[in-house]
Antibody
Framework: QLQLQESGPGLVKPSETLSLTCTVS??????????WGWIRQPPGKGLEWIGN???????YYNPSLKSRVTISIDTSKNHFSLKLGSVTAADTAVYYC????????????????WGQGTMVTVSS | DIQMTQSPSAMSASVGDRVTITCRAS??????LAWFQQKPGKVPMRLIY???SLQSGVPSRFSGSGSGTEFTLTISSLQPEDFATYYC?????????FGGGTKVEIK
């Protein structure tokens, strides 16, 4: 059974960089038909897509965050990572990682597996 | 960016009710739409993909329909475990965008 697990600091100071890792178990992160994504949810609010990465390294980012976001992948460790720079209180949220299945010629399967989420608070 | 507008934003319903939630896209997205359920404090769970395909393991009382700009999620007979917030997601084009959510509460 595929499992995803987010990890990283739960508290980040304003203006610093938020760094999270999503470790995938029960399957390989390097399968060409998968992409891997990050989504966040501020307390009491809705879901916001942050970005995706393929094991080849190709990425898609939300333009609203693009200048501050970097998503990377380490196939040797079977994990992918999120860095969000210059954080403010508005970046306080639960951060989720999730899987995307690429289906050639058909709608992709977005976010069929999710991690449990990790709460990150931005505060001094 | 494609805006996804869900309605209603909240609703009260009784066990056994038929519930319909609507998601409208600001431009056509074919059937590139998914529906998610999120219970308080829990991880979102995908219910529907490709607008109308039921995720494996999801009860058949859930169904999705629509194409283009208007989509619906229907719960044919609301059960106690269905009280939750529901989100649509368009993946026709980047950036991916979620609807604002519909909270289904107990009447």
């Amino acid at each position: 059974q595929l499992q995803l697990q987010e990890s990283g600091p739960g508290l980040v100071k304003p203006s610093e960089t938020l760094s999270l890792t999503c470790t995938v178990s029960g399957g390989s992160i390097s399968i060409s038909s998968y992409n891997w994504g990050w989504i966040r949810q501020p307390p009491g609010k809705g879901l916001e897509w942050i970005g995706n990465i393929h094991y080849s390294g190709s990425t898609y980012y939300n333009p609203s965050l693009k200048s501050r976001v970097t998503i990377s992948i380490d196939t040797s460790k079977n994990h992918f990572s999120l860095k969000l720079g210059s954080v403010t209180a508005a970046d306080t949220a639960v951060y989720y990682c999730a899987r995307i299945v690429v289906v050639p010629g058909a709608p992709w399967h977005f976010f069929d597996y999710w991690g449990q989420g990790t709460m990150v608070t931005v505060s001094s | 960016d494609i805006q996804m507008t869900q309605s209603p934003s909240a609703m009260s319903a009784s066990v056994g009710d038929r519930v319909t939630i609507t998601c409208r896209a600001s431009q056509g997205i074919s059937n590139y739409l998914a529906w998610f359920q999120q219970k308080p404090g829990k991880v979102p769970m995908r219910l529907i993909y490709a607008a109308s395909s039921l995720q494996s393991g999801v009860p058949s009382r859930f169904s999705g329909s629509g194409s283009g700009t208007e989509f619906t999620l229907t719960i044919s007979s609301l059960q106690p475990e269905d009280f939750a917030t529901y989100y649509c997601l368009q993946h026709n084009s980047y950036p991916l965008t979620f609807g604002g959510g519909t909270k289904v509460e107990i009447k």
